[in-house]
């Protein structure tokens, strides 16, 4: 069930077109848009030039836009779509820092950057405002109120995390699931991490509820299979 969002004013939803070339976390992503209200994701693409034929036959207002793709940097998509005549405006989902990229993407359209990995509240919280910035409609009073409609746009400041988890803990976990790139059981993580099973497998959740792991069942020869969490990389 969809989130709700107050304050948007969206009537009709924003058409999110996902462009990422991991097959997991573009149905991470996928998901995530539209558990926020006012937002769907209408279709997802691995490329640049499956971005492309998705824009030739669907209508999109937004690209939910990783940069690192397999044919091409994703600032080179938007700009040939600019040139080709597309309006929908970008958020750029990479894991650069180098704000050069940052300066050239605004000028192609890309109002916000999301750095991976990222939890969902961090992107409800970017979709939310770029619908309050989108919707933002009339002749501005004054000063002010054109700042408001910017500033609608700026990020806040990281939310806390859950009650009963520390910031260090989570790094001891984070550190060890990395350094496992096949994955790892709660168990194993716990032995590595120096924690209790217990304690590992809800930093694990945490994890995987926040889009930086995923889960999926290993079975074995025989009993249940366990499940194993693996670090979803950039």
Do not use: C
Request: no cysteine.
């Amino acid at each position: 069930m969809s989130e709700p969002t107050r304050g948007t004013g969206v009537s009709e939803p924003i058409r999110v077109l996902v462009v990422e070339d991991d097959p997991v976390v573009a149905d991470a992503h996928v998901m995530y848009v539209n558990r926020v209200h006012g937002f769907r994701a209408v279709a997802k693409a691995h490329s640049g030039a499956q971005a492309r034929r998705v824009l030739e036959r669907t209508p999109v207002d937004l690209l939910l836009l990783d940069l690192y793709l397999p044919d091409g940097h994703g600032l080179q998509l938007a700009r040939s779509l600019r040139a080709a005549g597309h309006q929908a405006d970008v958020i750029a989902v990479t894991s650069a820092r180098d704000l050069a990229v940052v300066r050239e993407g605004v000028s192609l359209g890309v109002v916000q950057y999301v750095l991976k990995p990222f939890t969902f509240s961090t992107l409800r919280d970017r979709l939310v405002r770029y619908a309050e910035f989108r919707t933002a409609a009339g002749e501005a009073s004054g000063q002010d109120e054109v700042d408001r409609a910017i500033g609608a746009l700026r990020a806040p400041r990281p939310a806390a995390l859950p009650k009963g988890l520390s910031a260090p803990t989570l790094d001891r976990v984070i550190t060890t699931l990395r350094a496992a790139p096949e994955g790892l059981s709660a168990a194993a993580a716990a032995e590595t991490a120096g924690l209790s099973r217990i304690t590992a497998r809800r930093y694990l959740e945490h994890l995987v509820e926040s889009g930086r792991a995923v889960r999926a069942p290993q079975y074995g020869q025989v009993g249940r299979p366990e499940l194993h969490y693996r670090w979803v990389t950039a």
